[in-house]
T-cell receptor
Framework: NAGVTQTPKFQVLKTGQSMTLQCAQD?????MYWYRQDPGMGLRLIYY???????DKGEVPNGYNVSRLNKREFSLRLESAAPSQTSVYFC???????????FGEGSWLTVV | QKEVEQDPGPLSVPEGAIVSLNCTYS??????FMWYRQYSRKGPELLMY????GNKEDGRFTAQVDKSSKYISLFIRDSQPSDSATYLC?????????????FGRGTSLIVHP
């Protein structure tokens, strides 16, 4: 049971480049999330998807887009990367009752 | 003011000490209260969750929720060097069909031998 899998684990981008972070879960969860984690800021919600076909903005959505491709997959896209988007990104999914959040291992992104 | 406040520490204790980690929150609609542990360069992993006010115990860990004071705590008994990690509190509320978890900034704990 892989849980939540996200790729890539490490990426270096130049300012203005685009990239997509991929995430997949095999627990049949409806809700999926993308967070970023920065020193001193904790985990901040970028976007979430309550179910297949729906997405909503979180606390810090600017500069990002998401796609809920199917129930398993939820991708995060940076259209034009900026140094302020240098961060660790975590994909997560929750059980139907909302009491347990499962995280991926993280994606370390550096924008130079 | 953030919805969830947590002292970032670091908190340094000797092995065997009782550790107390705390969070306060402002949103009275929060329904689930969770504690996560995060080791360096890893994703957070769930330690415990509670739904109501009171205590919940799991081995060396006790989670406590006081809804009237909007205050939650995690106690670690007989702390071990392997407990050294960042501890994040999290709270969730049902919004638009999905539980939206909100996290504290995390407290860095160091248990030295």
């Amino acid at each position: 049971n892989a849980g939540v899998t996200q790729t890539p684990k490490f990426q270096v981008l130049k300012t203005g480049q685009s990239m997509t972070l991929q995430c997949a879960q095999d627990m049949n969860h409806n809700s999926m999330y993308w967070y970023r984690q920065d020193p001193g800021m904790g985990l901040r919600l970028i976007y979430y998807s309550a179910s297949e076909g729906t997405t909503d903005k979180g606390e810090v959505p600017n500069g990002y887009n998401v796609s809920r491709l199917n129930k398993r997959e939820f991708s995060l896209r940076l259209e034009s990367a900026a140094p302020s988007q240098t961060s660790v990104y975590f994909c997560a999914s929750t059980t139907p009752g909302g009491n347990t959040i499962y995280f991926g291992e993280g994606s370390w992104l550096t924008v130079v | 003011q953030k919805e969830v406040e947590q002292d970032p520490g670091p908190l340094s204790v000797p092995e065997g000490a009782i550790v107390s980690l705390n969070c306060t929150y402002s949103n009275s609609a929060f329904q689930y209260f969770m504690w996560y542990r995060q080791y360096s360069r890893k994703g957070p992993e769930l330690l415990m969750y509670t739904y109501s006010s009171g205590n919940k115990e799991d081995g060396r860990f006790t989670a406590q929720v006081d809804k009237s004071s909007k205050y939650i705590s995690l106690f670690i008994r007989d702390s071990q060097p392997s407990d050294s990690a960042t501890y994040l509190c999290a709270m969730s509320v049902l919004t638009g069909g999905s539980y939206i978890p909100t996290f504290g900034r995390g407290t860095s704990l160091i248990v030295h031998p």
